[in-house]
């Protein structure tokens, strides 16, 4: 059994997919509220750029890891924030991991029912529809962050 934390890493297409994403939201274009991320490299020190579906729940707004403890992820815990980005309107923001998961399921839920077309093939057979308990065996593996846009 693996004690690595859980990653799914993205094949080619989806790479492919990202790359076109991440630039229409450079270039203006959001796809169903999709933005471009960047966030500083905990070891390069660069900005690194990928797509995110940002989630707003209960008045908040947060990022969610489907793939699991990614590298966005894992350089967002370093930085403690990063800029979302839609064409010219780039948002600061200071990120907040979730370590209660208990505290994630709702937002788990809603962001299972929001963009679980996209994302469902992530989450090992939990959907928006499971179990608070189905849910929270799920949080474990999918980092969310409270996200406090700077004005």
Request: net charge positive; no cysteine.
């Amino acid at each position: 059994m693996s004690s690595s934390p859980h990653y799914i890493k993205a094949g080619p297409i989806t790479r492919s997919f990202n790359n076109l994403v991440g630039r229409l939201a450079r270039h203006g274009v959001s796809l169903l509220g999709s933005a471009e991320l960047s966030v500083r490299g905990r070891k390069s020190g660069r900005m690194q750029r990928i797509p995110v579906n940002p989630h707003s729940h209960g008045g908040e707004q947060y990022l969610v890891s489907a793939r699991g403890h990614s590298q966005w992820v894992r350089n967002m815990r370093a930085a403690g924030g990063g800029e979302l980005r839609v064409g010219r309107r780039v948002r600061t923001f200071t990120a907040t991991e979730m370590v209660d998961d208990t505290e994630k399921v709702p937002v788990l839920r809603a962001y299972l029912k929001r963009w679980g077309w996209e994302v469902n093939q992530y989450f090992k057979g939990v959907t928006a529809k499971s179990s608070d308990q189905e849910l929270l065996a799920a949080a474990a593996d999918h980092p969310v962050f409270l996200i406090t846009v700077e004005k």
